[in-house]
T-cell receptor
Framework: AQKVTQAQTEISVVEKEDVTLDCVYE???????LFWYKQPPSGELVFLIR??????QNEISGRYSWNFQKSTSSFNFTITASQVVDSAVYFC????????????FGTGTRLTIIP | GAVVSQHPSRVICKSGTSVKIECRSLDFQATTMFWYRQFPKQSLMLMAT?????????EQGVEKDKFLINHASLTLSTLTVTSAHPEDSSFYIC????????????FGQGTRLTVV
């Protein structure tokens, strides 16, 4: 069975601070994909990143960066110099690449950026 | 990324009536569509998986006679909540994928259903 754990239920930081959202996963698959999605108050899910289990390189996209550590089954997400527009619920998700396309979501982390 | 359009975004209906939610892939063929349900401040829970032209596969605990899913074409899937009750009030969101392209799933905007 697959499982995604986001231990941080809610986080609040002051604008311009850096913040890291944790994600730990469990899977028996040797090949899988990890995702991060952002859900603003309007409700839609905004895709942020997809990472293949074979690719452990960290990735940076503007103020966003991701740290994939296969040894600890973690895929953490860092926002640098946070902005009020970053306030949202962030979901980490896992998908097997063995033909079954369904996503297993974590419980989400509600991030509030205080101006 | 690809676009999935979901309608309506909000709906209020009376208890006992049925509500249909549409999910369309606008610029790709969604051979597989997923329907999720999200309660306030909770995660997304998969309700069912549908493949075009075949019956949907429901997750354990989801009543297939209450949540009717149709995926008659490669660009349209519908979820009908039959005989809705207040406990069916929730946020429903669909996603579409084309597995042969091995991309991420693309999500609709979601539908907030309120049954009064």
């Amino acid at each position: 069975a697959q499982k995604v754990t986001q231990a941080q239920t809610e986080i609040s930081v002051v604008e311009k601070e850096d913040v890291t959202l944790d994600c730990v996963y469990e899977t028996r698959d040797t090949t899988y994909y990890l995702f991060w999605y952002k859900q603003p108050p309007s409700g839609e899910l905004v895709f942020l990143i997809r990472r293949n289990s074979f690719d452990e390189q960290n990735e940076i996209s503007g103020r966003y960066s991701w740290n994939f550590q296969k040894s600890t089954s973690s895929f953490n997400f860092t926002i640098t110099a946070s902005q009020v527009v970053d306030s949202a619920v962030y979901f980490c998700a896992l998908r097997s690449s063995l033909g079954n396309e369904k996503l297993t979501f974590g419980t989400g982390t509600r991030l509030t950026i205080i101006p | 990324g690809a676009v999935v359009s979901q309608h309506p975004s909000r709906v209020i209906c009376k208890s006992g009536t049925s509500v249909k939610i549409e999910c369309r892939s606008l610029d790709f063929q969604a051979t597989t569509m997923f329907w999720y349900r999200q309660f306030p401040k909770q995660s997304l829970m998969l309700m069912a998986t549908s493949n075009e032209g075949s019956k949907a596969t429901y997750e354990q605990g989801v009543e297939k006679d209450k949540f009717l899913i149709n995926h008659a074409s490669l660009t349209l899937s519908t979820l009908t909540v039959t005989s809705a009750h207040p406990e069916d009030s929730s946020f429903y969101i669909c996603s579409g994928t084309q597995p042969t392209l091995n991309t991420e799933a693309f999500f609709g905007q979601g539908t907030r259903l309120t049954v009064v």
